[in-house]
Structure formats: C-alpha cells, structure tokens
C-alpha cells in the first residue's frame, strides 16, 4: 500500500445533498490526503432542512461490502456514522472485532441538525453494550453524550443541566478509550470541545461561535480526526488537526439550499491558506 495514502473506511448512511453522511466522509477524508473506503449502511431521503425518510441495508450487505474491502486493503483507520439498525450495529461490531489493532472513530448519531430520530432505545444500548466497548475515541455533542451516559437513568436522558464531566466518565466507563464532547448546543458566549481520556487527562479548546447553523459538521469532525490518525497522529494531536480543519471548513461554509450551510472541506483548494479561531 502506498503510505502516503492510507485507507479510511466509513460505515455511513448516504445523503443525497452531500452535505452530510457518507459524502461528508468522502469529501473529508480525500481532502485530508487519505482513501476513502465506504460501506453504505442506509440510503437517505434528506435536504439541508431534516431527513424525510431512510430505507435501511440488510446487514448481510454490510457485511459483505466491508469483508469485501478489508479482504482487499490495508486499512489504517475506522470511522462510524449513522448505522441504521440494531442487526447493522451487531455484524459492524463483529468485523471490528477482529482488527482490534485499527483506530476506530465513531460518530454518534443519534438525530439529524432539525431533530429527527435516527437511532432507536434499542440501538444506542447496542452502541453502548457493542461498540463503545472497541472505540478508540467517540465525538458526541452534548445532547448526545447526556443522552447516551444517563439513558438509563430515568429522567437523566434529557437532563439539559446535566454535568458533561459527569456524562464523559461514564461514557468512558463504557468501555471508549477517549471522549470528544463537542459544545455547539451548550449556552456559551464560545464553542468549548473538551477531550477525556481513560487515563485521567483532560483538554479543552475554545472556538469563535460561528452564526451559522451547519449540515454534517459532526460528520465532518469525525472523519478528520479518523483522517489525522490514520496519518499516525496520536488522539491528541488527531483531535487538535481535525478540529482546525473544521472550523476553517464551517467559516467557509456556503448555503445551497434552503435549510443548514455545507461546510466547504475543500475550502484550501479555493483561498491562500485557512485562518483558525481556537485556542487550546
């Protein structure tokens, strides 16, 4: 395999805008010098407003599509996004199981930017029982991780007042080896993502609160940071290179349609370099 390529695969939903899913990744991950590989786990019907319908792979394509690639190529890293199914999440868990060796990425998708459902009760415990469990980092939001680290709490789920400390201690008790909580939806004057480790550690970083409201830029974070480890950056340093290619993609963002903004992963293409609004 040529090095100076490594392969990525994405397990993705597609979306026909190519705002988000499995195009994010493929727009991401090639523009961030790296091969993208695709497993398509469902077919979308979206715009740039919400997701209007899904019609889901049988996990025996899954299978077969992603076998068919890691019988083929050398893959350097995994990136997880919208799976589809409880029978997807459980034969994707088994084939990451054995290349226990591969970074794995995931993204967890849980609804759409407008709100809509995209995964079941049913397969955010499969998330939590059999993918946490091989992650070597997962990037929720903070909707995302409260709702995932206090399901079973009753009326913890949607606590919006919820600690985010809190909720990444138990996503790592989970089983994840590294917790990314983005704040985009938290109340803050500045956009605060906050990586924790197994280890204890704890890094934060804060970004200029840009106006808009974007499509696929958890897709966007995910797939870097997959791309920056497949690069042979350490988590850190993966987190840090793949959240300054975001933001630089979100202030280059245009709007095509009538809902979110796309963020421009080929925004370096198209000016002199990229300015960064973070500090870390």
């Known amino acids: 395999m040529n090095s100076a390529l490594p392969v990525v695969l994405t397990f993705a939903a597609t979306d026909p ?7 994010a990744d493929v727009l991401t991950l090639a523009s961030i010098g790296c091969h993208p590989a695709s497993v398509v786990t469902a077919i979308t019907v979206q715009d740039t407003l919400g997701v209007n319908d899904i019609m889901v792979f049988d996990a025996d394509w899954v299978e077969e599509q992603a076998r068919a690639v890691l019988e083929d190529m050398q893959v350097a890293a995994f990136k997880l996004g919208m799976l589809g199914s409880v029978e997807n999440i459980t034969v994707i868990a088994e084939i990451l199981s054995d290349y226990p060796e591969i970074p794995l990425i995931m993204d967890t998708v849980l609804a759409s930017g407008r709100g809509d459902e995209l995964a079941t009760e049913e397969m955010q415990e499969a998330m939590i029982d059999l993918l946490l469990p091989q992650a070597s980092l997962i990037t929720p939001n903070s909707l995302e991780a409260r709702r995932l680290a206090f399901m079973n709490d009753g009326e913890g789920a949607d606590e919006q007042n919820a600690a985010l400390d809190e909720a990444a201690s138990r996503l790592l008790a989970m089983g994840c080896e590294h917790v990314l909580i983005t704040g985009t939806h938290e109340r803050t004057q500045e956009v605060v993502n906050t990586l924790y480790s197994q280890t204890g550690e704890m890094r934060s970083w804060t970004w200029d609160r840009l106006p808009g409201s974007y499509h696929g830029s958890g897709c966007t974070l995910a797939a870097a940071i997959a791309a920056c480890l497949a690069h042979g950056l350490d988590v850190a340093e993966a987190v840090a290179e793949a959240q300054q290619y975001t933001w ?17 992963r080929l925004f370096w293409a198209r000016e002199e370099g990229g300015s960064s609004g973070g500090t870390g």
């Open 248 to 264: 630089a993609t979100l202030s280059s963002a245009f709007r095509l349609g009538m809902g979110q903004h796309i963020p421009d």
């Open 17 to 23: 805008t190519g705002g988000a899913g499995l195009q």
